[in-house]
């Protein structure tokens, strides 16, 4: 199997994949996390990275969060930095729509059980968490349910419970089947 390769903007992220990934890929997956000081430091470095990464085999997956900007501009521009580094064939670019807490908004049964507070599940139903990607800080709406949320602890806890078939979050179920699909896929 050929290696992934995650660069990541920050190590919550590394911390939910983690514990995430597991469930979707296959257990040959060879796997390895690149975890930049935030989203300038990724897009600073990563052409260099990629260009300069050994196996000639790798597929990259290349993950930021959108925040306040325009997701189009941002994946284009990492896109770019891709074409630059001559791997744009073998990378996937994926945005989390606002920011990775998006995809928690988007399974509380998942927050529920990492936590041991399962009638955390019952959130789903209320309106404002049906589109957990359009949500302005679901970071906020975490720490409302849970005061002592803190993201990297919630990022290792939460990543093992985390479900495809049963979470809101658009851009996190865009993420996972490209991860499968690059996974599986021979180039």
Known sequence: MKPLVFLLEEPSAQDALEGFLPSILPGNAAVRYLV????????????????????ADARFVVLRDQDSGDCTVIKESLLARCREAGREASTVVRIACR?????????WAAVGQAFGLPKLSTLERK????????????????????????KRDGARRIGPHLKVDSNRSHSFLVFADAVRRLATEDR
């Not at 920011?99 to 399974?107: I, N, P």
């Open 36 to 55: 930049f000081e935030g989203k300038q430091d990724l897009e600073k470095r990563m052409a260099r990275t990629m260009r300069a990464w050994q196996q």
């Open 99 to 107: 920011e990775l807490e998006s995809w928690f908004v988007g399974d």
């Open 127 to 150: 309106a404002i968490y049906r589109n957990p990607d359009r949500l302005g800080s679901p970071v906020t709406e975490l720490r409302k349910a849970i005061p002592t949320y803190q």
